[in-house]
């Protein structure tokens, strides 16, 4: 139960951060316009990040995490059709917006507590996922280079198929992860 309490306690802590923004609202520093667009979330706060309207042709510098000095910006008008697409934007760079899993946010405003418990239980099983599926797909290259070594040790593709049950375009798959997987040389 501690766990779970912690969990709840520490959505509640994030739930009252995240009710100071609204996903889609909009500032600016004077010069450019902003709409926020993610919220991202740490051990008791919900730290807005901003994507700038000139998103499509400044991409070094279009994104504006809260952490950093947005003191000065000052409320822009909305505008329901620049919000829409760099939410859209933002949905498409999920990865990126949560370094690959490893930052929990959300993408809309949390309805309650609960809602952010539940991102944060989602946070947890994705970052397993993702570790489980890189664990697969490293287990798939170390397969595909043992079948490609066999095949060589053993002279032709069918062959090193029939000995270990595979047909032989199986063996051929495998033998082309093994050499995409060994930057192309032999295995």
Known sequence: MGDAQW???RAQLIYAAASQHRIGSRVTDGDT???LVA???????ARPLYL??????????????????????DPAPDNAELAARARVHAAAE???ISQHGQMDICLDNPGNAEQVR???????ADR??????SAQRKAAAERAVSIAILAQAVGTQSAAGRLIGLNQSR????MDVAHHATGGHSA
């Open 52 to 73: 700038s309207d000139n998103w499509e042709t400044d991409t070094q510098f279009s994104w504006v995490d809260g952490k950093d000095e947005i003191e000065d910006f």
């Open 39 to 45: 919220l991202i979330l740490g051990s008791d706060y």
């Open 7 to 9: 969990t709840q306690e």
């Open 94 to 96: 999920r990865d990126y």
């Open 118 to 124: 539940q991102v944060l239980e989602f946070g947890e």
């Open 128 to 133: 397993a996922w993702r570790i489980a599926e």
């Open 33 to 35: 316009e902003y709409t």
């Open 171 to 174: 063996v051929s798959r495998a």
